[in-house]
């Protein structure tokens, strides 16, 4: 009997079926005999509990101790709060120090600067997290607060407290950003779910390179192998990694996972192959498996304008009409349904603001024509000359990014650059002017053409934060280009989910067009990302794809739309030409002449008179 392990499925892209394995891993080896537990770490839109339906037991809040506000009593307007805050949480303005919360990665630096102790700190509630049983499984989780993007991390902590003997299964975010790095960070083994497709491998690529970042060598499983795709086959040989199993692409598992129930329980003979896959990991997890050398190196300039350019261009007008597309969760199609609008309008702005895993340029094949570094913070170094080994840095850095070490009968400390989130507090702190910090390079930013129109677009370095800024620099090249083409009318290829690269998404937008299944997880995720618009005061509109996968689902959906005030916009029927005009990578609407692009007209349609309405 294994003592205890800890297990991550994760996966470059939402929608793979990094869920359906997680919970059926869980399942098959709780029929084994094994103490398993089960920590839903996808805490923007966790979905697990909707297959294990486990009785909750426990209902907490989830509460960090934070900055809150500004006693203006005792603040003199002196600045230094602001001069200190690498986040732009807070502005002095006229003599007046202003607090933005939903900014604030709660460092302590304002804290630690402010002279007249004017900043407010107190418990404030990131999200809920809830506890109980499916079986003999021990199931944990959390939700995150609307609008509370940034605390993801942290609430990832929380979650990751419950590991304990036995076999843990963490169900992970999607993509390789700093939620995921702090999933997968100290566990003994990370399962990669793929699909064979040019997006499937894009986002392995992304999430292989992370995770041999933070030190751990991953496996790849390969979800709805309907057949073989030997791009996939390729890199897997060429980086040495291991192919645990392949689950075929079975509409029977499509709608067993619509209706909430789980294929092992449901479809006996998967219950073998699930079997045999989580004793496949289980034994990689638990042997020592050193992870092959990393493409990730951190990039660091000395140019600091980097920062002020970031800035600056987060500002530019915006005088076109834009839409956005947006997802509750990867995999709803979301990517494919935003290529086809651009290939109805023939002449629009886009921009892919899925910067984590971006994959709108393998259907638009953009040529670039600019291109610049991004930054959204510093990187800090401790000089072991200088170093006396006081350890403040290490007591208080809130990101565990310092870390201790014994040397030779020395204590010494270094920066972990993968946790390290660039606020300062360690320069801060430090006395003997042992830490320095510069510039770091978190992404690249690109001017595009493409057979549709011009495109702005990023890529986000792999384990890096600032998704959010990063996904405003997009945007704003996009108003860019709207005024110097002089196009009224721009698309947006928005981020999955709930957090800070959604909101920094739909900020501002006119329209927010939100594309899910009819599955319960697809509607429990449309009902979660609609409260985020709801936040935002956006108009917005809903397309249902895949829609006759479960068509009492779909209704269902209809029903939500008009509780929400939302437009139904229409309904896409599930259809395998999407994927297979993917493989070719061009858009459907230049694939096929079928119902389905029928309705994808038909729902641009309305859209666009939904923008001519607004003008």
Known sequence: MIKQTTIVI?????????????????????????????????????????????VISKEEDAVV?????????????????????????IAVIKGKALFFQDLCHICGACILVC??????EKDRVIGKALHGTSGSIDVHYAVLKTGEGGMSPRLIKNVKRYIGEGINILDSPPGTSCPVVETVRDSDICV???DPTPFGLNDLKLSVDMCRATGIEPVVLVNRAEKKYSPLDDYCKEEKLEIIGEIPDDRAIAECYSIGDMAVDKLPHYEEAFRTIAEKILIRSQEKRPPLKSRVEKKRSLHSNLIKVAVKNSTSPN?????????????????SIAASFCAIEKNIVISDCDVDAADLHLVLAPEIKERGDFSGGVMAEIDPEKCTGCGKCFSHCRFDAIKKADEGGRTVYRVDEISCEGCGVCSIVCKFDAVKNEVSVNGEWYVSDTRFGPMSHAKLGVAEE????????????????????????????GSPGTGCPVIASITGTDYALVVTEPTVSGIHDLERVLDVIKFFNVSCGIIVNKSDLNPAKSEE??????????????????????????????????YADNETTEKIREIWGKVSLVLAGDA
């Open 115 to 120: 002279p007249e102790n004017a900043i407010v």
């Open 319 to 335: 005088t076109s009409k834009e839409v956005v597309v947006i997802s509750g969760k990867g995999g709803t199609g979301k990517t």
């Open 557 to 590: 959906i209809r029903t939500i739309a008009g509780e929400h005030n939302a437009d139904f916009l229409g309904m896409i029927p599930y259809d395998k030409s999407i994927t297979h005009a993917q493989m070719q990578g061009i858009s459907v609407i230049e």
């Open 192 to 194: 990669l779910v793929t």
């Open 466 to 493: 600032n998704s959010g800024k990063l996904v405003s620099l997009v945007r704003n090249k996009k108003n860019e280009l709207a005024e110097r083409y002089n196009i009224r009318k721009t698309l947006v290829d």
């Open 10 to 54: 994760s996966s470059g892209k939402g929608g793979t079926g990094k869920t359906f394995v997680s919970t059926n891993i869980a399942r098959v080896l709780e029929k084994a005999g094994h103490a398993v537990r089960y920590l839903d770490c996808d805490v923007e839109e966790p979905n697990g509990h909707l297959f294990l339906k486990p």
């Open 65 to 89: 101790f934070s900055p809150v506000g500004i006693d203006h009593e005792k603040c003199t307007g002196c600045g230094l709060c602001e001069a200190h805050c690498n986040y732009n949480a």
